[in-house]
């Protein structure tokens, strides 16, 4: 066995520590090289490991190029073309959601501006519209009413809309969070990463154009529900929402009160049937109390996630403790059958 791991940043890091500290065969490889199929081969690689990003337009470009032509050659790879062909693309996460019958919030897609502008004149409002990319709630909107729909619908077949947030993007609500002097001096040093997330999104992210994605709005969540599922064990924790908004997701709002264990019981079936070894599910809440999907990724932020202090474990016994879900990524990807 010998595993190459991307030489990057976020859970590669993470993955690097733990291969040097249990004396496991690797080499770190750069994913970008030109060589890096040779470079594989050469090295007699079984596994390998890459923590891309949906900030990088560069990955989200040619990420999956490599780790699923690796795939193709007998190479296991983290992530798979299970886990990750959906990634930061809402779009194809209905299609795969409603082939496993997942409870996913009703989504609607088009490809032509007037089968959309005929649609818009018929449904209730209002309807959360979407970009398929994009992350802390950036590209999500509330459409009132037929005409705001209109002029989405008009703007995405003729214009295009950019996918990148603004360099302020949020700032009342980060400010809000970060509460004390020193939580804002903590933010504070976050922002120069932020702002080079950003400028590279900016930069290399084209416009979205040529289709429109909506779903049904459901309304009075206060929260919604970021489930984990990673080497078959899952938790989850509340993100409420920005105050006088419906989006929870990229506030920085947590939660940690117990989650409702038919909610884990959803995210551990609908993890086994789309065979990922780790998914963060979205959820909210509809008025008749049942959970439903509004997104799937494979890779997610473990800043809040990392203070959960309950686990369903792989037998789904409730467990005290915290989940290290970069080191449950590479142990299950080393030990179980997961490709
Ligand atoms: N269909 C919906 N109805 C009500 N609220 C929604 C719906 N979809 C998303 N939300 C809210 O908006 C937030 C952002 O949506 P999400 O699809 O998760 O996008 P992002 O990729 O930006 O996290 C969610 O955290 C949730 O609070
Ligand atoms: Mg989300």
């Not at 291969?19 to 490889?29: A, E, F, G, S």
């Not at 699923?68 to 959601?97: C, E, M, R, T």
């Not at 989405?152 to 996918?163: A, L, S, T």
């Not at 019981?265 to 909210?284: E, G, H, P, T």
Request: include cysteine.
């Amino acid at each position: 066995m010998k595993i190459a791991i991307h030489d990057g940043n976020g859970w590669n890091k993470r993955w690097i520590q733990y291969v040097k500290d249990n004396n496991i065969p690797y080499i770190l490889v750069d994913c970008y090289s030109n060589d890096i199929i040779s470079i594989l081969k050469n090295n007699y690689v079984t596994h390998l490991m890459w923590h891309f990003s949906h900030n990088l337009p560069t990955d989200i470009f040619m990420a999956r190029n490599i780790l699923f032509s690796a795939q193709q050659s007998g190479i296991k790879v983290y992530p798979d073309i299970n886990s990750s062909w959906h990634f930061d693309d809402k779009v194809s996460q209905k299609y795969l959601l409603e082939c496993i019958e997942a409870p996913l919030v009703p989504s609607h897609v088009f490809y032509d501006e007037n089968k959309a502008l005929e649609w818009a004149k018929i449904v209730d409002y209002p309807k959360v519209a979407k970009l398929r990319r994009g992350a802390g709630s950036y590209n999500v909107k509330l459409l009132k009413n037929n005409k705001e729909a209109n002029k989405y619908i008009k703007e995405m077949f003729r214009i295009g809309i950019k996918p990148s947030p603004g360099y302020l993007a949020d700032v009342k609500t980060k400010m809000k969070v970060a509460g004390s002097i020193s939580g804002v001096v903590k933010r504070l040093k976050k922002a120069p990463k932020f702002f080079k997330m950003v400028y590279q999104s900016k930069k290399g992210f084209p416009k979205e154009k040529g289709y429109v994605y909506f779903q049904d709005f459901i309304p009075d969540n206060t929260c919604d529900y970021r489930i984990i599922v990673v080497n078959s064990k899952v938790y989850g924790m509340k993100r409420m929402v920005r105050e006088g908004d419906f989006r929870a997701s990229g506030a920085g709002l947590f939660d940690y009160s117990e989650i409702d264990e038919n909610i884990i019981n959803i995210a551990r079936n609908m993890a086994n049937k789309l065979n990922m070894l780790s998914v963060a599910f979205d959820f909210v809440i509809d008025n008749n109390n049942e959970p439903l999907i509004v997104e799937i990724s494979y890779g997610f932020g473990t800043e809040g996630s990392s203070k959960v202090k309950l686990y369903w474990n792989e037998h789904n016994e409730k467990t005290l403790g915290t989940i290290d879900a970069p080191y449950e990524v590479i142990t299950g990807f080393l030990t179980n059958d997961f490709l």
